[in-house]
Each structure stands twice: as C-alpha cells, then as structure tokens.
C-alpha cells in the first residue's frame, strides 16, 4: 500500500476514534492535510474500500474504518511507534502504588485495574492465577473484642486470608494468646494437605475447649483460601462505556453489562492467551459474539513469581488504540518490576 493511502486510512480512523461519525472525502481534506483534492481522496477511498479496510455508512456517503483497518493501523504502531509507546509516562504516584514492598498482590493486582479504568477512561479488566499453595507461613487470631476476633493466615504464594470471627463466649487475652502460640506451633511452615490433619491433632490436644473455635478456623480456611485457587477477575470503570455514545442503545449497554457478569465468558477470553506479552483483539477476531463490535486489549504480567495474569481493557473498536496501549504496557511493565 502507497504512503498516500495508508495516510488518508489513518485520518479516517483518527476522525471516526474522536467523534464516531463517518467522513466524507471533502471533509477529510478540510480536516486533514493531506494535500491531494477532494476528488482524489474519493478515489483512494474507492480503492480502500475495495480492499476491505473502509466501510461506507448507510445513513450517509461518509466512510468509517472496518475491523481489517483498525488491525494494520494497530499493526503498524506497534512496528513504527513502539519506542514512544514503551516511553509511557510513570509519574511518583503510579510508582509507589504499585510498590510490592509495601503492598501485597492482590492490593496492587486490584489498585492496578482501577488506575488503567482512570487512565484509559474504559473498562478495565484483570485476571490473576496463583501459584499453587503449598505451606501457611503465618496465623494468628487477633482480638478486636470479648467475643470478636479477627483471623489472619498468611499463605506462600501470596494469599491472605482475613476474617472475623464471632463467638457466643467470651474470650481472654491469656487464653488468646496460648491459642495463637499452639496454631503457629502447629500450622506455620505446614504442607497444605496435613492442615486438617494438624487442626483436628489440636482439637483433640491441647484447644479440646476451643473445640468451636478450631472448627471455625477450618471452615473459614477452606472456604476463602482454597476457593481462590481459581482464575480471580477484577472489573473496574464499568461506567467509563458511557463515554461512548453508542450506549446510549441501553440493548447494547445491557448486552455489554451481562457480558461482564458472566464468569464463564470472561474466563473464555481472558484466560486463553494469560502468559502472551501483549495480546490484542479486535472486533470479528473475538470469539465471542458479544465482542464483535469490541476491541480486547491485554498484557501478561508476573508478581514476584507468585501471581500472573493478564490486565487490560474492554472497549469499542474506536478506541485510541496508541494512548490506551501505552497504558497497558506501562501498569504491565510495573507489575513485573
């Protein structure tokens, strides 16, 4: 393709990224200096249009960009432009709100999907797999009242688990602490499948009185530290769609919604392609049918060897492709800093 079409594709995609509207060729050559004639951009449009990058609207003779012009546009910033996109600004802030040695992984995996939602102002998503479990390496039961307390276990792949604890007797900060010596005696430092076995050795030892409290704790582990195991999925900016006039269709908004209430479907397309570096989709290339009118972009990333997923985001196919990827990279690069 000559450097003339490829100059007056990009103008029709840029046009059609800031306002939505298709765009004529006297239009475009008022807007952008393309330094050719009205009639000669209609004719280059032609010919774009017959190799399948362009489309002509129904509701007027204006062009906007198919699926198959927004992948060379995305193509050829990647090959041309790829030095200012890794030059991504990283401001104090970003920084230390992504400092591991301040935060745990999933503090930073979730603050880090907030802050792409902001910055790209779209829908931000994340997945994260962990690591498997194999040892707790701290519990303690810390006391917050006679008949609260709060249970904190500490895994080695990163998981903690935190949760309160309520009691139909009350409890003494003596007895709490021959408790808390007898778990981390017992638990710190022990494989994950002789847990059990090592709570109910304690039950019937040395917390015989704390029989209900010991059978909590199990409960409690179960539930909210084997239960993560699986993929975790966080959504942020799910009101940034409305920046898009588009969803002012509330059908395309509440198919948009429902979307990101399926579990199983963000499973499909998030966790395929989980250790690609960058991975982008857009519109026909979606496998969902959901997503055929969105683009799809994320990157991997890897936490301290602990945690790895994918972070990006979810928008229509207008979207700005060069500043969002951008983002994407740098919260991407932090992560694995």
Do not use: C, W
């Not at 200012?84 to 603050?111: F, G, M, Q, R």
């Not at 998503?125 to 701290?138: C, F, G, Y």
């Amino acid at each position: 393709m000559n450097d003339r079409k490829l100059k007056i594709l990009f103008s029709i995609i840029d046009s059609y990224i800031l306002d939505g509207e298709p765009i004529g060729s006297k239009s475009l050559a008022d807007t952008y200096n393309l330094n050719v004639s009205p009639a000669t951009i209609r004719n280059e449009m032609s010919s774009l249009e017959k190799m399948g990058l362009i489309e002509k609207a129904h509701s007027s003779s204006g062009r906007l960009p198919s699926d198959r012009g927004y992948r060379m546009f995305v193509d050829y910033i990647l090959e041309n432009e790829i030095e200012n996109i890794s030059k991504a600004k990283k401001s104090d802030t970003i920084i230390n709100l992504l400092d591991k040695n301040y935060h745990n992984a999933e503090d930073i995996v979730e603050t880090a999907t907030k802050m792409l939602a902001d910055l790209t102002e779209l829908t931000a998503v994340s997945m994260t797999l962990k690591n498997e479990i194999k040892k707790i390496v701290n519990m303690e039961l810390i006391q917050l009242s006679d008949r609260q307390l709060l249970l904190l276990a500490v895994f080695d792949n990163g998981l903690i688990v935190k949760d309160s604890i309520y009691l139909d007797y009350e409890i003494t900060s003596d007895e709490l602490i021959f408790i808390n010596n007898a778990l981390k005696k017992t638990m710190v430092g022990t494989d994950i499948n002789e847990v059990y076995n090592n709570l109910n050795l304690l039950e019937t030892t040395l917390l015989n009185d704390y029989k209900s409290l010991i059978e909590i704790i199990e409960k409690r582990l179960q539930s909210q530290s084997f239960g993560k195991l699986n993929r975790e999925i966080q959504i942020e900016g799910l009101g940034n769609i409305f920046n898009f006039k588009e969803y002012d269709d509330l059908s395309k908004t509440r198919d948009f919604i429902k979307l990101l209430d399926s579990k199983e479907k963000l499973n499909s397309f998030l966790g395929n392609n989980i250790y690609d570096t960058l991975d982008i989709s857009i519109g026909y290339e979606n496998e969902l049918d959901e997503l055929k009118q969105n683009t799809v972009i994320t990157s991997s990333f890897k936490i301290n060897d602990d945690v790895v997923g994918h972070i990006g985001v979810i928008g229509l196919t207008r979207l700005n492709y060069i500043d969002v990827i951008s983002d994407i990279m740098m919260i991407s690069r932090l992560l694995n800093d």
